[in-house]
């Protein structure tokens, strides 16, 4: 009698929640804020023409708001719409050709920034509820100094057969940008929350 009762008062596994309606909706709707901000007409820069382009805002914007998987999700379905073959890629390029590219290892980046940034700003979230800003921001931009840019350097090193050292000068006029778009989307995440705060608490039923 007492096993049966302390058996029955012990809470029921965890498991993963399947993917609902709206998750897949807001996935989606990402993906698409992705593109069409990847389409707002880029800016090259260095000798690799390597442009500067509004991709990473969207990229941010999905971790911030969305959180880990369903941010990474949107950004995921955003990049293999692009390498089927759509021109939803900077400059309205698309197909797996841009893989040669110098810019290759910057797109792959964008998923792996996306789930990190979503997952600090999941555990800042319900942590605190003073200085968002100041930690989404730090969500989003540590998150692309610790993935993006890596990655990117990486990418241009081995596409561009550059050395390390030169990709990384090639990578420096990218920080400032990535700097301001960091802060405008931790404003527009802040703004976000306000408005529906249960997306700050990573409540996403209807």
């Given amino acids: 009698m007492t096993n049966h009762t302390t058996a ?3 809470p029921a596994p965890r498991t993963l929640a399947r993917p609902t309606a ?14 069409v901000l990847a389409l707002v007409p880029a800016v090259p820069v260095g000798p690799l023409g390597v442009p500067i382009t509004l991709q990473t805002l969207g990229v941010a914007l999905c971790g911030l708001i969305l959180g880990g998987w369903r941010g990474s999700s949107a ?10 073959g759509v021109p939803i890629f900077a400059k309205f390029s698309g197909g797996l050709g841009v893989l ?21 700003a999941t555990w800042l979230l319900r942590r605190t509820t003073r200085l968002r800003f100041l930690w989404l ?3 989003a931009f540590g998150s692309s100094v610790l993935l993006t840019h890596p990655l ?11 050395p390390l050292s030169q ?6 006029p990218y920080w400032p940008g990535d700097i301001l778009k960091s802060l405008v989307a931790a404003g527009i995440a802040v703004t976000v929350f306000k408005a ?4 700050a608490r990573r409540d996403f039923r209807s």
């Fill in 22 to 35: 709206r998750d897949l909706a807001l996935v989606a709707v990402f993906a698409a804020l992705v593109a």
């Fill in 75 to 84: 950004v995921l379905l955003y990049i293999a719409v692009g390498l089927a």
């Fill in 196 to 199: 529906f705060p249960r997306l």
């Fill in 137 to 139: 921001f730090v969500a």
């Fill in 8 to 10: 029955s008062a012990q």
């Fill in 100 to 120: 040669a590219g110098p810019s290759a290892g910057y797109l792959l980046a964008f998923p792996l920034t996306a789930l990190l940034t979503g997952a600090i």
């Fill in 167 to 172: 990709a990384f000068l090639y990578d420096l």
């Fill in 152 to 162: 990117g350097i990486l990418g241009m090193s081995i596409n561009a057969d550059l």
